[in-house]
C-alpha cells in the first residue's frame, strides 16, 4: 500500500461547481499536510498546510480526520483556472506525495 | 518568500555520461531536498541534503548515482552520474524553514532527457 494515496481523476466538473478531493494516507505519525497545485510543466506551488483540524482560504477548504487517516480539500465556486493537478503531501519526518488528482473546469 | 533557482533548467544528455544540477535559495533554510518527477507520475524523494554531511538517501536511490553535496545553508548541487534513459525526469530541489515553520518550497525544476 502507498503511503500517500489519491483518486487520479481525471476530474471534470463545470464552471461553478463544487469538487472535493479525498486523500489517504497511511502513517499514523503524520503531523502536517499539505496540498499543492501543479500546473503542467510547472513546479508544484504550496496551495494549502493543514496542522490541526482544517484550514480555510477563500474557496477552499481543507480537512482533516485523524481517526480515519485522510485529508481532503474541497473546492467552491470552481473556476477555469483550477484546472490543475493537486498534491496531497503528509509529512512525519518526510514529506510524502500521493500520485496527484487531475482536475479540469469547463465552460 | 525566497527566490529558488535551478540550473540547468533542462538538458539533453547522452546515455553514460554525468549531469550536476545546482539549487540555489536566495535566503539561508534549515533543509533543502531532492525530488524526482518522472512523466506523469507525482514526485519521489531521492534525498535529503544535509550542510556539512553526507545526503541522507530514500530506498531505492544510492550516493553513488546520485552524489549530493550542501556545502552551505543556501546551496546543493544533485549529480545524475552515469545516465541512461530511465534518468529522463524532472528533477526538483525543496526547502524548507522559510518561515520558521515547515512548508516546503519547490524550485522551477530541470527537465533532462537522457538519449
Known amino acids: 500500500r502507498k503511503e500517500v494515496e489519491q483518486d487520479p481523476g481525471p476530474f471534470n466538473v463545470p464552471e461553478g461547481a463544487t469538487v472535493a478531493f479525498n486523500c489517504t494516507y497511511s502513517n499514523s505519525a503524520s503531523q502536517s499536510f499539505f496540498w499543492y497545485r501543479q500546473d503542467c510543466r510547472k513546479e508544484p506551488k504550496l496551495l494549502m498546510s493543514?496542522?490541526?483540524s482544517g484550514n480555510e482560504d477563500g474557496r477552499f477548504t481543507a480537512q482533516l480526520n485523524r481517526a480515519s487517516q485522510y485529508i481532503s480539500l474541497l473546492i467552491r465556486d470552481s473556476k477555469l483556472s483550477d484546472s490543475a493537478t493537486y498534491l496531497c503531501g503528509s509529512q512525519g519526518g518526510k514529506l510524502i506525495f500521493g500520485q496527484g488528482t487531475e482536475l479540469s473546469v469547463k465552460p | 518568500s525566497a527566490v529558488i533557482s535551478q540550473k540547468p533548467s533542462r538538458d539533453i544528455c547522452q546515455r553514460g555520461t554525468s549531469l550536476t544540477i545546482q539549487c540555489q535559495v536566495d535566503?539561508?533554510?534549515?533543509?533543502m531536498f531532492w525530488y524526482r518527477q518522472q512523466p506523469g507520475q507525482s514526485l519521489t524523494l531521492i534525498a535529503t541534503a544535509n550542510q556539512g554531511s553526507e545526503a541522507t538517501y530514500e530506498s531505492g536511490f544510492v550516493i553513488d548515482k546520485f552524489p549530493i553535496s550542501r556545502p552551505n545553508l543556501t546551496f546543493s548541487t544533485l549529480t545524475v552520474s552515469n545516465m541512461s534513459p530511465e534518468d529522463s525526469s524532472i528533477y526538483l530541489c525543496?526547502?524548507?524553514?522559510?518561515?520558521?515553520?515547515?512548508?516546503?518550497?519547490f524550485g522551477p525544476g530541470t527537465r533532462l532527457t537522457v538519449l
Open positions: 525543496s526547502v524548507e524553514g522559510l518561515g520558521g515553520n515547515n512548508e516546503q518550497f
Open positions: 493543514v496542522y490541526s
Open positions: 535566503s539561508q533554510v534549515t533543509m
